[in-house]
């Protein structure tokens, strides 16, 4: 079957790979209909997130129709059509029985202190071939699939895999309540589904900060206040949006992969941490191979955070879900402490979520489709990647069809 595998930063490749298996009897193999890119792949790719194992297929967003169930998963039928949750969870260890199953005990093979299992990942979450494929191993399947109802689309679905759900985790570590004002930094994907569901939750005013021009469009069709931090100083322009007060909450869904400005009145302030930003550079991403424009790090790793905390509120609270890797060492903790701010982060608890958002699909409380601007044949996914990674115009979020 054709896949997508990771050989090196800078070189990935679709190859012809064996067709899975099951292997335990919690396993489910499935024939997947749809997978996504999601920013998150780019990190393995540009080296912004280290120690992926060669031959790792990658992808962590998938729907698809079950084809073989391992003895003990007795929840589904062959023939069922399921959401893959991107992180991995047994659904029975005391974190999964609590809700934390983004840190379950039993699924990363690396043991109960590894952390977050999820597909695709490096080698300290599995790793787990991924979902950009034609059909996926699914380990722990009864808790880490979710049926999807029958008048749910595959595409509706595939959207509620990872980037909806990630951003509804970072509302709820927000603490989103009625009549707040929310800052969103990273108008990608999960940013917009940030945007949303800080609206879901009752925000009055949502500012979404970035400096692409089509995702800050799409964040207005949203009904957010949109600040493009290459034309204006983001921190000035969210003070004046609030009254002088700031926000009452900041989500950072841009993570590792931030960018300073290059332009407008933020780009001197930039200029001026210009070797501060290049030694957090050096940390995160210490092996890169940038080719014709493609697979570069992001120059400034902590940037969305420093904006975050500037702007929001005295004890504010701040919700990172923006990916970092465990090599990222340096974030501005005396100026969160002197703000009495609280901070929440992590991996997304993905089989928690899903059911629920699944139900707001289905009754038409939210159409995630709006979020998806691209739908390419798994055959084109190296021309997709490239450019969704140089964040080209109209290149959002893009949906993956296997041919076969």
């Known amino acids: 079957m054709k896949a997508l595998v ?9 190859d012809d790979v ?9 396993d489910a193999v499935i024939r997947l209909t749809a997978s996504a890119i ?13 120690k992926m194992q060669p031959g ?14 391992g003895d ?15 992180t991995v969870s047994c659904g029975t260890c005391p974190p999964c029985r609590e809700g934390n199953t983004a840190q379950c005990d039993n699924a990363n093979p690396n043991g109960p202190a590894a952390g977050t299992c999820f597909f695709g990942g490096p080698a300290a979450t599995g790793p787990v071939n991924g979902l950009q494929a034609e059909k996926a191993r699914i380990p722990y399947a009864a808790n880490t699939l ?51 569901s800080a609206f879901l939750k009752g925000a009055a005013r949502v500012i979404a900060v970035d400096g692409h021009v089509d995702r800050l469009a799409m964040a207005r069709r949203q009904g957010a206040f949109t600040v493009n931090f290459e034309e204006e100083d983001p921190v000035e322009t969210l003070n004046r ?30 200029q001026q941490k210009a070797d501060k930003f290049a030694a957090e550079v050096d940390q995160v991403a210490p092996e890169t191979h940038p080719q014709a424009g493609n697979w570069v790090p992001g120059d400034a790793p902590t940037q969305a955070l420093e904006w975050a905390i500037a702007t929001l509120k005295k004890a504010g609270r701040l919700s990172i879900i923006g990916v970092y890797p465990p090599e990222a060492e340096t974030f501005p903790i005396g100026k969160a402490m002197n703000k009495n701010l609280t901070l929440k982060m992590g991996n997304c ?6 059911p629920g958002l699944l139900e707001l699909v289905r009754t038409g409380a939210i159409d995630p489709v709006k979020v998806l601007t691209k739908v390419e044949p798994l055959s084109d996914v190296l021309d997709a990647y490239k450019a969704f990674d140089k964040r080209q115009p109209g290149w959002i979020k893009t949906e993956l069809v296997p041919q076969s």
Not at 179 to 186: H, I, K, L, S
Not at 256 to 267: E, K, N, T
Request: aromatic letters at 6%; a negative charge; hydrophobic letters at 45%.
């Open 6 to 14: 990771w050989h090196a930063v800078g070189d990935i490749r679709l």
């Open 18 to 26: 064996p067709e899975p298996a099951i292997e335990k009897p919690t």
């Open 38 to 50: 999601c920013g998150t792949d780019l990190h393995f790719v540009r080296g912004t997130f280290s």
């Open 56 to 69: 790792t297929i990658l992808g962590h967003e998938g729907v698809g129709v079950i084809e073989a169930l």
């Open 72 to 86: 003990d998963v007795r929840n589904f039928a062959v023939g069922d059509r399921v959401v893959v949750c991107s």
């Open 146 to 196: 979710v049926k999807i109802p029958d008048n749910v689309s595959d595409e509706q679905a595939l959207m509620v895999s990872d980037i909806f759900p990630t951003a509804w985790f970072g509302a709820e570590a927000g603490e989103i309540k009625k009549g707040d004002v929310v800052a969103v930094f990273g108008c990608g994907p999960v940013g917009q589904f940030a945007i949303a």
């Open 241 to 270: 949006l609030t009254g002088g007060v700031g926000a009452d909450c900041a989500i950072d869904a841009v993570g590792v992969d931030s960018q300073h400005a290059h332009h407008g009145p933020a780009a001197e302030e930039a």
């Open 349 to 354: 608890n993905h089989h928690t979520i899903i």
